[in-house]
């Protein structure tokens, strides 16, 4: 097992490096020179060109790339004399449009977009086990069909949409909670939750449409097993055969899709952070985006490939702690 | 021998409710089982052998379909019972083996606790550890070879034969006086089965209980049964001790069942004779002798097969009992001339 573990985190690592690399080529191929960004429309070209030489972009591309995962790894110092800064270590860049290291961005944007899919998937993972279960165990019933009706509602809604819609009904219509703005929970609890509330519920409302669908079917499917009837023939109570036979089976595929839709969530959850205006990662980069901001694409994509690449090791070792039979091999 | 059964069947119908149509699995079966002995129910695919037998400890779903009769133990009747009362009687009192080892047991825990979860249910207050020496006494009475390490192993890291092994094991850790046994050597080697059969025999001589056995295997049944009911279409069509079976059989089905069956020694060489047809739809059963269709002396017999369903009575000559509008007479004379030459 210890093995299995440390083969894979070797391999997640070479796998990251990888990613970086064609990033920052990807990135460094576009169209738009990163130095002539530095400063306003009417930029006097020295100006251009002093950035470029201080923001390393007048080195070969190769070398650049070698300049950022060494910066990474010790930090990295840009331009000589008084108008010297630098970045420490972790450095992912510098932001010439927000004037302010990348890593310095992330660390203050990467609690948001946490603390956003944190709740959303607490909230999710108990909708959706909860009616996918109720529908398994009712099922034909009205139980049934409405958590069916309510998945297939779900999953069919747009985030945007849903988003907008519930904004609209409590923050401006019903006037239940106040418009969010973003406060950090350790510092105005009340203004926290009274703001999360909302991107936490669709999210997860959106999320859970697919558990539910997920569960549902893989109670049912679990139900007419075999071994769901020895157990029966062995006399075991119902509450004893959906924990340790339906559920448990069920639960497997569940893991592995779970752990990876976390993960994708923590690389940004972007239109929910711009819908409700949260300091997060996914709104950062969509400002990176739109102002051609390459330090802060190559730094946020970068973080969202390290949680998908560490999210499938996690789930390939879950998979071996659930599966019997995945611990074999 | 014992004259009072052990488990009394009485009129036993179930009918499954399907978006195609009601389909009536079994109807009408009565039988009885007396402890130390080992009754065979033969029959096709979809004759209701299984359901006869799951419908023995309620294991139908009970939103599809409807089961009518009585099935009586010490008794009581299992089918009225409340549910407390027949999870008390599941595992304890009537196990059960299933036909497919493979998926039989739950794949995410190890055996050893699959077997101590079938004792402890019925025996709460037992220590872990004397738990454990029972399960390990278990198995080595199975012949699971190395019990001590193979208890704390899960079913994939055992073969078929070895996977049903365990499963007898479940069935039998709490000594019940009835084993039900659905088509349990079916998914196994043929060398295997002959073990899986020998051990269960060996097991019944040791605490007398019953067993109920479901085939569609003639061999098994010659091997192991005392006596034998052939289903066709959900009733029964004959009953008799086993070797009167092979014998004098006394319904056209079991001949065509009995001519079925290959041989090495044959003196007819070439075909493997059949039953034309196919089995009936439980749905819409033909009208009358539910055989008729594929019997071929059901026109000479006469319009009776087609219109009214033959009882099931003593044929006289014989101890069996059969369910066919032929003269008796004219049965045992078949029966005994051979009805195939």
């Known amino acids: ?30 169209p738009s020179d990163p130095a002539a960004l530095t400063c306003g429309k009417n930029c006097k070209p ?116 849903i988003g907008l819609l519930v904004l609209f009904s ?42 539910t669908r997920l569960t549902r079917n893989g109670m049912l499917e679990a139900m007419n097993e075999d071994f769901v009837r020895l157990g029966i023939a062995k006399g075991l109570r119902r509450r004893t055969i959906i924990r340790k036979y339906v559920l448990r089976s069920a639960l497997v595929p569940i893991v592995t899709i779970a752990g990876l839709d976390f993960a994708a969530l923590l690389g940004g959850a972007i239109i929910t952070e711009s819908v409700f205006s949260l300091p ?24 969202a490939a390290v949680f998908i690449v560490l999210a499938n090791v996690v789930v390939d070792i879950l998979y071996g702690v659930l599966d019997p039979r995945v611990r074999q091999r | 021998m014992n004259t009072v059964p052990l488990l009394a069947v009485k009129d036993l119908s179930v009918s499954f409710n ?23 129910i033969v029959g096709e695919s979809g004759s209701g052998k299984s359901v006869t037998a799951s419908s023995l400890m309620r294991l139908n779903n009970s939103v599809t379909s409807t089961t009518t009769g009585s099935v009586e133990l ?41 077997i101590a979860e079938a004792y402890v249910i019925h025996h709460p207050t037992e220590s872990k550890k004397d738990v454990r020496i029972r399960v390990l006494d278990m198995l080595k009475k199975v012949g699971i070879p190395n019990p001590e390490k193979r208890i704390d192993e899960y079913p994939h890291q055992f073969s078929g034969g070895m996977r049903q092994r365990i499963v007898i094991a479940i069935a039998l850790i709490n000594s019940p006086r009835i084993l039900i046994a659905d088509e349990p050597t079916t998914a ?41 009911l052939v289903m066709y279409g959900g009733r029964i069509v004959e009953r008799a001790a086993v070797n009167e079976i092979f014998s004098t059989p006394t319904h056209p089905y079991s001949w065509g069942l009995l001519g079925a069956v290959g041989s090495l020694d044959t003196s007819t060489r070439g075909h493997l004779s059949t039953i034309p047809g196919t089995p009936p739809s439980l749905i819409s059963l033909p009208s009358g002798c539910s055989f008729h269709p594929r019997c071929r002396y059901a026109k000479e017999t006469g319009s009776r097969c087609t ?5 099931l009575h003593v044929v006289a000559g014989t101890s069996s009992s059969s369910a066919c509008h032929m003269a008796d007479a004219q049965l045992v004379a078949l029966a005994q001339h051979g009805e195939n030459q």
């Open chain 1, 280 to 303: 997060g990662m996914g709104r950062m980069s969509i400002r990176a985006v739109v102002e051609s901001d390459l330090p802060v694409l190559v730094g946020t994509t970068m973080v």
């Open chain 2, 188 to 228: 196994l080697d043929v060398t295997v089965q002959a073990q899986i059969l020998d051990l269960m025999l060996d097991l019944q001589r040791e605490t007398n209980m019953a067993i109920i056995l479901i085939t569609h295997d003639l061999g098994v049944i010659a091997e192991v049964a005392d006596s034998t």
């Open chain 1, 1 to 30: 097992m210890l093995l299995f573990i440390t083969r894979r985190l070797l391999f997640a690592l070479a796998l990251l490096l990888a990613v970086s690399f064609f990033t920052y080529m990807l990135f460094a191929m576009l």
């Open chain 2, 74 to 114: 010490d008794g009581r009747d299992l089918l009225s019972v409340d549910e407390a009362t027949m999870r008390s009687i599941r595992g304890q009192d009537i196990a059960m083996v299933f036909q497919d080892p493979l998926s039989a047991l739950n794949p995410y825990y190890t055996v050893g606790d699959q």
């Open chain 1, 46 to 161: 020295e100006i251009i060109a002093a950035n470029r030489v201080r923001l390393g972009y007048d080195k070969p591309l190769l070398e650049q790339y070698w300049l950022f995962l060494k910066g990474f790894f010790v930090g990295r110092d840009y331009g000589v004399g008084a108008a010297a800064f630098s970045c420490p270590a972790p450095s992912l860049g510098y932001s010439f449009s927000q004037h302010e290291c990348v890593s310095t961005l992330i660390a203050r944007t990467f609690p948001v977009t946490f603390y956003l899919s944190l709740g959303a998937f607490v909230l999710w993972m108990t909708l959706g086990i909860g009616l996918g279960s109720l529908a398994a165990l009712k099922k034909g019933k009205w139980q049934d069909r409405a958590a069916t009706t309510f998945s297939a509602v779900g999953v069919s809604l747009p985030t945007f949409y």
């Open chain 1, 170 to 211: 409590f923050c401006i219509w019903l006037r239940i909670l106040p418009f969010p703005s973003y406060e950090s929970p350790f510092e105005d609890p009340v203004s926290f939750l009274t703001t999360m509330i909302l991107p936490w519920s669709t999210l997860a409302v959106l999320s859970a449409a697919g558990y």
């Open chain 2, 307 to 311: 219109t009214e369903v033959p009882q």
């Open chain 2, 18 to 40: 399907t978006p195609d149509g009601v389909v009536h699995a079994v109807d009408d079966v009565s039988f009885e089982l007396f402890a130390g002995k080992t009754l065979g």
